[in-house]
């Protein structure tokens, strides 16, 4: 992994490499391809204005995924300490955790509703970021495939650049690297579309990653560590409502709140609590 060997140092740049990267992709697309190859269609520049626009919305939702507070639970409000309720605590931070909050090992902090720590916007991914990051998939996912298909629409005359001259010039190199890149960008955007996929399907039933991996854990060890998650989920349209908002104007923006502060959640009746309440009942 890139974080792995790369100094702390950089660490916090790391939204302004990924920014350098995307900017690298698009001009080299617009420049090589459009300008220089491309017959300048309709459906060409309608792939360059999908392409400017998902790279403007990507800008935008990094920026506010990487400066927001995720969800910082203030340190050092612990008052007392129950032994007999220790998952409930988190004595790095000192404080009593409200409930589906994790302690973020990378900011040494406690973060509401916390999804993951993500070294690409070298922050933490909680409850009031996480619309934003998924929409940094979605956005980057729809320029990639637009990329995609403008270098599709070309390909034909990249392929001729290639081979129309024995020689080997510049232009044969550069040709040759746009057409690989095209193919790079199509397999780049599935990946993030996919990764974009599998965090709105932990929406949809209102899980994080975290609590993906406590429900495999589970599963491979036949034991219940947690809770049951699912008394959280309440409903697709509930679920997507509570992290992107009911103005659907809104939704592909990144802009706004979730409707919960973290603290309080809304439940449904778990499987086990209506079986005691039934045995209550016929006893």
């Known amino acids: 992994m890139i974080a792995e060997v790369m100094p702390e140092a950089l660490k916090k740049y790391f939204p302004l490499i990924l920014a350098f990267f995307v900017l690298f992709i698009y ?48 340190k050092n409000t612990l008052e007392e300490y129950d032994e007999t309720k220790q998952r409930e605590y988190c004595l790095q931070c000192r404080i009593k955790r409200p409930e589906r909050s994790h302690h973020c090992s990378k900011c040494k902090r406690c973060v509401l509703n916390m999804d993951h720590h993500c070294v690409w916007t070298a922050n933490c991914i909680g409850l009031y970021n996480r619309k934003f990051f998924l929409l940094i998939l979605f956005w980057g996912s729809v320029g990639m495939f637009s990329a995609t298909l403008l270098g599709l629409t070309n390909i ?65 060890n036949k034991r219940k560590y947690h809770t ?5 989920n309440l409903g697709f349209w509930y679920n997507f409502n509570f992290y992107f908002g009911k103005n659907p104007f809104l939704w592909l923006i990144p802009i706004g709140r979730p409707l919960g502060d973290g603290y309080h959640w809304d439940k449904k009746t778990s499987f086990r609590e209506m079986t005691e309440t039934t045995l209550q009942i016929m006893e």
């Open 228 to 232: 049951d998650l699912t008394i959280y």
């Open 27 to 74: 001009f080299t697309f617009v420049y090589f391809v459009f300008i220089q190859i491309s017959k300048q269609c309709l459906m060409e520049w309608i792939y360059i204005g999908i392409g400017t626009f998902s790279i403007i919305m990507l800008f935008w939702a990094l920026y506010r995924t990487s400066r927001i507070d995720p969800g910082f639970i203030p």
């Open 156 to 220: 034909q005359a990249l392929w001729n650049r290639i081979w129309e001259q024995d020689s080997f010039d510049f232009n044969k190199i550069k040709a040759g690297f746009i057409f690989l890149m095209t193919f790079s960008q199509f397999l780049n955007g599935f990946g993030l579309y996919y990764f974009f996929w599998n965090n709105f399907k932990l929406i949809a039933v209102n899980i994080c990653t975290l609590d993906q991996i406590i429900l495999n854990i589970e599963v491979q």
